[in-house]
């Protein structure tokens, strides 16, 4: 069973920024897509971010390209969502997932971690 576990969330101010970090139980993800979501209330989940382990192709949500970055720390098997530019619209619980390939299915999940953003 693979463990994740988010940290790094909390309220901030507009125009902040934020690092996410997601660490996994999992000796190597070198086969796995690594993805960060959030939900915010009466919204579905939605994917933010993500990161091919091995080869380092990252994907973004239209909302927060030029402003999120994910990225990964093999030695550490932690998985980075730095947040910049946050406004309002960013507050949601975030999640980081893990999905194997090739099947491509996002199975193991974190518990979440809040980020709020205050005007």
């Known amino acids: 069973q693979v463990r994740m576990e988010e940290s790094g969330g909390g309220l901030v101010q507009a125009g902040d920024s934020l690092r996410l970090s997601c660490a996994a139980s999992?000796?190597?993800?070198?086969?796995?897509?690594m993805g960060w979501f959030r939900q915010a209330p009466g919204k579905e989940r939605e994917l933010v971010a993500a990161i091919r382990w091995n080869s380092g192709t990252t994907y973004y949500a239209d909302s927060v390209k030029e402003r999120f970055t994910i990225s990964r720390d093999n030695a550490k098997v932690t998985v980075y969502l730095q947040m910049n530019s946050l406004k309002p619209e960013d507050t949601a619980v975030y999640f980081c997932a893990a999905a194997s390939l090739p099947k491509g299915a996002y199975d193991y999940w974190g518990q979440g971690t809040q980020v709020t953003v205050s005007s």
């Open positions: 999992q000796r190597t993800f070198s086969s796995y897509l």
